[in-house]
């Protein structure tokens, strides 16, 4: 059994529907009307902080006035200008940033393992130790999972492209490189583990159609401020998913929590134990 994917994070909340995926539309008026059509309001995964304020920001290639903001709902601590700012501050975080460091458990809830369909889904858990650099620079080590075969294995990107695996215990003596679309290395939700390392969704996430609105807000258990974010307008991990959110501290912009959806079900997410945005040293990276 070789490593299961990792993602990229997670709230465990009820969902709140955030409207379908539209693409947006390049005159002003178009782009009031996405923001309007696109707005939703829920509560938080965390404590919830006062009355929720919802903000739009959509990106439109090729149209000169950049990303739109515009405030749905007033009476909460950020402001209009505050709170366009930290979308496009956490947004140009991630187009940007050198590398991370993670720590993070990843629940995913679907019928594969090992890339073979098993016709009855189920939910994997598994707790990560992650190590990121551009460009395509990635460690991950496996703390905890509720398979237990898992528990140890580290993976890492290969230079030549694909991933070395070195597996727990005895086999742990040797390492196997596999093809980045090899099906032993999908999650079970079937997805590639191509698809899911930093530099792949970090760059779907934040695409050139990409809408983000801001639907909560809420507190660390250590009191840190965090801001739910709805993402539309982007492809999904698989054609069941449809919707995604992320939650990130305002300060830092550290990701707090990940999560996506198959109707009211949380299909795929991350809880974050600890995250910087950083540049790990390249020694970091050895299998």
Request: net charge positive; charged share 20%; glycine share 12%.
């Amino acid at each position: 059994m070789i490593l299961q994917s990792l993602r990229s994070f997670q709230p465990p909340h009820p969902p709140t529907p955030t409207g379908k995926p539209m693409i947006p539309l390049r005159s002003v008026l178009g782009l009031l009307l996405a923001s309007t059509l696109l707005t939703a309001c829920g509560g938080s995964p965390t404590q919830n902080v006062g009355r929720s304020s919802t903000r739009t920001i959509v990106s439109v290639p090729g149209n000169d006035l950049g990303d739109f903001a515009r405030n749905q709902m007033g009476g909460t601590s950020f402001d209009d200008s505050r709170g366009g700012d930290l979308l496009h501050r956490a947004r140009r975080t991630m187009e940007t940033a050198p590398g991370l460091e993670a720590e993070f458990v990843m629940r995913a809830f679907g019928r594969y393992r090992a890339g073979a369909d098993t016709g009855e889904a189920r939910e994997v858990s598994n707790r990560y130790k992650v190590l990121w650099a551009r460009p395509a620079r990635l460690r991950a080590d496996v703390s905890q999972s509720s398979e237990g075969d898992l528990e140890g294995a580290r993976i890492a990107s290969a230079e030549s492209g694909g991933f070395n695996v070195r597996a727990p215990g005895l086999f742990g003596l040797f390492t196997r490189k596999f093809a980045a679309a090899d099906p032993r290395l999908k999650n079970a939700r079937g997805h590639e583990l191509a698809a899911v390392v930093p530099d792949a969704q970090l760059a779907r996430l934040t695409g050139p159609y990409a809408v983000w609105t801001v639907i909560g807000e809420g507190k660390t258990p250590l009191g840190a401020p965090t801001v739910r974010i709805g993402v539309q307008g982007v492809p999904r991990l698989d054609p069941e998913i449809d919707r995604e959110e992320l939650e990130l501290e305002a300060g830092s912009l550290a990701l707090y929590q990940y999560a996506s959806y198959v109707g009211m079900r949380r299909v795929l997410g991350y809880d974050f134990v600890s995250f910087r945005w950083t540049q790990p040293p390249a020694e970091s990276f050895g299998i």
